[in-house]
């Protein structure tokens, strides 16, 4: 079975317990149930002889794997005795014993960086052998398979994990016999990973030039031409109270209609997704205080604002939204998709932090809101500069698609590669 366009591997289905559900077909014998001690050896080793200096210090980090602490954390280790800290050598496996929401149990990782020190938190494994030390990396990287294992050998307490090494090493995970197989599945996934930091490095790039490019756009340092390449008018200043409209129907026919909040990345998203399954009428709210969201219509959420809380229906209609919510639509001298931009744009940010107002909490209500002065182009020049805009933002949204497909399939890969 050919399982993606993108990596020119064949792999094939097995059905045995002993196996995975997918196998490279070279590879015949059946993976094997090892305890972690057949293959792992602990040690701790002090830096009493001073091989590693205070710069040397390494840091495990659940994204990166083993880093500098020092390039990753920017400490200056002013106060670390560094003579106490552990030896750490290229290719040990380490478990660390912090606590973070994906890895509640701790996280194995595989030092692939370089010698250096570890804390004393840190416990560390010569890998023997005949086991390729970057396919456990390869086998605990899936988080569910790294909980379910180590759960089970584990305490937690507030913020660090109480762990007994050889207690760890008794549990049993199933292994390929050959070192070679293990190696080309590590191999395999490796391939994943580099295609997973390139597609991130170029939607952070791209993302990057767009917010410079915006910021250009609205600073007027970058200006358009007409059609006949001469310049569009200047831009004028304009109050957002005079290119908007508050608008906000009460729902007071108590129409069944569909019910959304607004998310800060996505703006209109059915309330069902946010409070999962449950809609305003389950849990007995009074829908008929709810506002009614026509086509082209904007909301936003007056104490959420500043952090991107604001969504445009487009071509939704007759929805309902909280009434809480503040709404608006433009005028006809505006053209949406460039006041969507506009709406993204740092110069929007700054000016929404100069309207807030409160204590706690900080709120922008349409009074304020329309107290913002935008320099607004001529409408023939806010549609270029809409859709040059859209399609960096298109560009974007398929450099994302990609990097969600990768992942996706790379989890889908994680379940079946490996023996249970």
Known sequence: MQCTKHFDTFLIMRNTSAKPVLRFPEFKEDWK????????????????????????????????????????????????????????RLNDLVYGKSISASYPYGLFKVNDYKDGLLSTLYYTFKVKEFVFPKFLDCYFCHLNRANNFLKKYVLVGDRYI???ADYLLSGKIYLPTQKEEQKKIT?????????IVQLKEKKENLELYKKGITQ???????RFKDENGKDFPEWKKFKLGDLTIKVGAKNKENEQLPIYSISN????????????????????????????????TYAY??????????????????????????????????????????????????AVLKRTEGGVRQYLFYENFSLIVLNLPSIKEQEKIASFLNAIS????????????????????????FAS
Not at 187 to 195: A, K, V, W
Not at 266 to 295: H, M, T, W
Not at 399 to 406: A, D, R, S, W, Y
Request: charged share 25%; proline share 1%; glycine share 4%.
């Open 187 to 195: 191999d395999f996934l490796i391939q994943f990973d580099n295609r």
């Open 33 to 88: 149930e090892y305890k972690l001690s057949q293959f792992l050896t602990r040690y701790s080793e002090n830096n009493k002889d001073e091989e590693f200096s205070i710069d040397e210090i390494l840091s495990l980090s659940s994204h990166y794997g083993i880093v500098s602490r020092k390039e990753l954390l920017e400490d200056t280790y002013s106060n670390v005795n560094h003579l106490s800290c552990k030896k750490t």
């Open 265 to 296: 990345k996505k703006g209109f998203v059915p309330q069902s997704n946010q409070f999962a399954g449950l809609d305003s009428i389950e849990r007995g709210f009074d829908i008929s205080l709810y506002k009614i969201i026509e086509e082209r």
């Open 301 to 350: 959420n007056p104490a959420r604002i500043n952090v991107g809380s604001i969504g445009y229906s487009g071509s939704l209609n007759r929805v309902l939204v909280s009434s809480l919510y503040v709404c608006f639509k433009t005028k006809k001298n505006v053209f949406d998709d460039f006041f969507n931009h506009y709406l993204d744009s740092s110069q929007f940010n700054k």
């Open 394 to 417: 298109q560009q974007i949204a398929l450099v994302n698609e990609q990097l969600e497909e990768t992942r996706t399939f790379k989890k889908v890969l994680l379940n079946k590669l």
């Open 162 to 164: 109480t762990a007994d």
């Open 216 to 222: 250009k756009i609205f600073s007027q340092k970058l």
